[in-house]
């Protein structure tokens, strides 16, 4: 008898929650299918099965949602509303299942997280879990097993993070935005390129810790409530004394983004910054134009600094 098949779409959450999605299916004993690097056809795809208001960061998952309807039993879409009290989630999160099953007839396994209504990710789990056939004690092992692996991965990349922003002797720069965007190979993976190759010690947003989150976000904003939003602000203010420039990256037109975005340009006022807004028909000519001119910014200000400081 063939396993259970659980397509898990490469795109939006997958970036942050990938690995827990993973090790919790596996540890249940299913097969996963997750689809591949976002490529031109996916996007082009999804570009089929999405308004043209939505967001190049949506268009993305709908292109990976469609590559997988045809290689698996279920696909892996959450519904992630509210993750902490008297904060939200962009809308597309609260209405991502009904977006996939309202587009594409396909079976769907997923799990509901709205704090607010007392569901957190843990009864979220169990009952995905459940819903899928196993027994109470086997999800709870799972959910268990796959929580602590991912616990240690992250905390993994943070420390290896921290030690080589401490051991780095070149420009650093704070990539700042979702993890969907600066890990997706159509969008943030092309900046990375261009800042490696132009010898620049890249710093992660979504390698943070985030201990002191709130106490650190409203240095930038007292008012945001959208969590993922409050991270970046958070990551920002954290990592901004260690870096020589910080790049804000968000996909066009995200509403959320652009209120933050505009409250980091306007209250970061201790290193330079510049806001790469990517939508389908940007290219890697002009973002190479933008970023080159803002590194040699940064390294004409550092040669300044070490010609001061000796």
């Known amino acids: 008898m063939e396993k259970v098949k659980i397509g898990i779409p490469k795109a939006l959450l997958f970036y942050r929650y990938g690995e827990l999605w993973v090790n919790f299916f596996e540890n249940l004993g299913l ?12 996007l082009e795809n999804g570009k089929r099965f999405t308004e043209d208001e939505a967001c190049l960061s949506l268009k993305i998952y709908m292109g990976h949602v469609h590559y997988l309807l045809d290689k698996c039993d279920y696909i892996l879409v959450p519904r992630i509303a509210c993750l902490k009290h008297n904060e939200k989630m962009c809308t597309n999160f609260n ?12 079976r769907i396994v997923h799990y509901n997280i709205d704090v607010d209504k007392k569901e957190d990710e843990f009864y979220a789990f169990i009952t995905m879990g459940l819903d899928l056939g196993f027994r109470y004690r086997e999800v709870v092992k799972a959910y268990h097993q796959a ?5 240690m991965m992250v905390e993994r990349r943070i420390s290896k993070q921290q030690v080589d922003l ?13 993890p969907y965007n600066l890990h997706d190979d159509f969008i943030g993976k092309v900046i990375q390129k261009l800042l490696e190759e132009d010898q620049v010690d890249i710093v992660y947003s979504d390698l943070y810790h985030g201990k002191y989150l709130d106490q650190e976000a409203k ?11 409050k991270e970046i602000l958070g990551a920002i203010t954290h990592y901004q004394e260690s870096v020589d420039g910080i790049i804000l990256i968000t996909t066009f037109p995200c509403g959320p983004d652009s209120l933050t975005n505009e409250m980091i340009l306007r209250n970061v006022r201790k290193k330079p ?38």
Not at 31 to 42: A, G, H, V
Not at 147 to 151: C, H, I, L, Q, V
Not at 219 to 229: H, L, M, P, Q, V
Not at 280 to 307: N, P, V, W, Y
């Open 147 to 151: 929580k602590k692996m991912e616990t």
């Open 273 to 310: 910054i510049i806001q790469l807004i990517i939508d389908e028909a940007t290219g890697e000519a002009g973002l190479a134009t933008r970023i080159e001119s803002f590194i040699d910014i940064l390294k004409e200000r550092s040669a300044i600094s070490e010609t001061r400081n000796n």
């Open 166 to 178: 401490a051991n780095s002797k070149k420009v650093k720069v704070l990539l700042a935005g979702h």
């Open 95 to 106: 209405a991502l299942y009904d977006l996939v099953r309202n587009t594409f007839k396909k």
């Open 31 to 42: 097969d996963i299918i997750i689809s591949p690097n976002t490529n031109l056809e996916i």
């Open 219 to 229: 240095k930038i904003s007292k008012r945001n409530y959208w969590t993922y939003n």
